[in-house]
């Protein structure tokens, strides 16, 4: 496990005072992603309780430079409320997907771009990344859903019977 030590100094930074010149200077010396990321993320939360457009700002500008898929995952959580950006929401989702390494981090990440366009009506995008998630409960479950509204039952039974075999306890919510 990578533990980091972090040491401050006194003094502000070109500019900088307080939270955002001690993040500033432990940046500039983490080279781990997943600390890294826990610090941004960190950023990340405080901007959203303040200025949520201030925020999805910044979550823009880590897309080229950040390497973290849970910072990109729970951005895109916090960004997926409908008061703040759920099209930034999808793109987070997507980005985490792609950094995943892991089989089901990858389709947790994809199912959940899905469940945000199917909540905002992109249904045929939804089902794309759904399809993709296959194997992921909520994915399943999701597009079961989906399915038995659009008329599909035999299709809409078949994901169901797969998201209550991949998660205990999913046959009450079925």
């Known amino acids: 496990m990578h533990e980091t030590t972090y040491s401050f100094s006194a003094a502000p930074r070109s ?3 307080g939270r955002a010149a001690r993040l500033s200077e432990a940046l500039a010396k983490e080279t781990d992603f997943v600390s890294r990321g826990e610090l941004l993320l960190g950023k990340f939360i405080r901007l959203m309780e303040k200025d949520k457009s201030a925020a999805t700002a910044f979550a823009d500008s880590l897309f080229l430079t950040e390497r973290s898929p849970r910072l990109f995952l729970t951005m895109g959580y916090y960004l997926m409320d409908p008061k ?5 929401a999808v793109k987070c989702f997507l980005r985490s997907a792609d950094l995943s ?5 990858k389709a947790q990440a994809i199912a959940m771009a899905g469940t945000v366009l199917e909540e905002q009506g992109k249904r045929d995008e939804a089902k794309r990344y759904l399809a993709m998630a296959a194997g992921d409960p909520d994915a399943d479950m999701l597009m079961g859903k989906i399915l038995w509204e659009e008329g599909k039952h035999p299709e809409a039974i078949d994901a169901y019977v797969t998201c209550a075999a991949h998660m205990p306890g999913a046959r ?3």
């Open 101 to 105: 390494t892991g089989r089901y981090e």
């Open 172 to 174: 009450a919510q079925v």
């Open 84 to 88: 703040a950006d759920r099209d930034r």
């Open 15 to 17: 500019g900088y005072t």
